[in-house]
């Protein structure tokens, strides 16, 4: 189930009500709930409101609607892996790319908001779009600095390493994660270092 964690809400001014914050919170908690026992298309924002002890103007005030409740909670999970992602020597984890995608996996397994958001709604979801698009604006930030490529080339090869990263963690979460991270890191090394020659036994 989808589990918010108290934290302060991103981009909150100083000097806003300690009752907005409250309010806030509430919200997200009934949504929690709900998610517990249905899916979000089948969640009404009466039953938010409800469940939060607010009425619907209240809630009105705070959100357009539902999917802006939920984008906003995304914005928070995707502020969050920045900084960690931020925290990273980019430029040697690619030397040795199963360090990069074991603090990939860390992140997404440890980060308890971040992996139980991906347990509920998928990789189809618009946050492991962000995520992705996280990912890829971090490398060419720093990879365009250090690497002297051709912008073009860059961005096709972030683009491959990106959407192959995520398709193995999707692929990983969907049969029910029964490898353990180590086994799928060691896969991945040797994938990027040496293609599929690397699992082929020499005659």
């Not at 001014?13 to 914050?21: F, G, I, N």
């Not at 103007?57 to 928070?76: A, M, R």
């Not at 912008?151 to 029910?176: C, D, N």
Request: charged letters at 35%; hydrophobic letters at 40%.
């Amino acid at each position: 189930m989808f589990i918010y964690k108290n934290r302060k809400l991103p981009n909150m001014k100083k000097s806003e009500d300690l009752r907005v914050v409250k309010t806030k919170r509430a919200i997200r908690v009934s949504l929690t709930k709900l998610l517990a026992e249905k899916d979000l298309d089948d969640i009404t924002i009466k039953e938010i409101a409800e469940n939060a002890e607010i009425n619907r103007k209240t809630f009105d005030k705070h959100y357009t609607g539902i999917h802006q409740l939920v984008h906003e909670i995304e914005d928070e999970l995707i502020e969050t892996f920045n900084k960690t992602l931020k925290k990273r020597d980019l430029v040697n984890d690619l030397k040795n790319p199963p360090n990069l995608y074991k603090e990939l996996s860390y992140i997404l397994l440890n980060e308890e908001n971040l992996r139980s958001h991906i347990e509920k709604f998928g990789f189809h979801s618009s946050l492991t779009k962000k995520l992705a698009e996280a990912v890829k604006i971090s490398l060419m930030s720093v990879l365009s600095e250090k690497l002297d490529l051709d912008e073009t080339i860059l961005k096709i090869i972030i683009e491959y390493w990106v959407a192959g990263e995520m398709a193995v963690f999707e692929l990983w979460y969907r049969e029910g994660a029964k490898e353990t991270i180590e086994q799928i890191n060691e896969t991945v090394g040797i994938l990027s270092s040496s293609g599929i020659q690397g699992f082929l036994k020499e005659s």
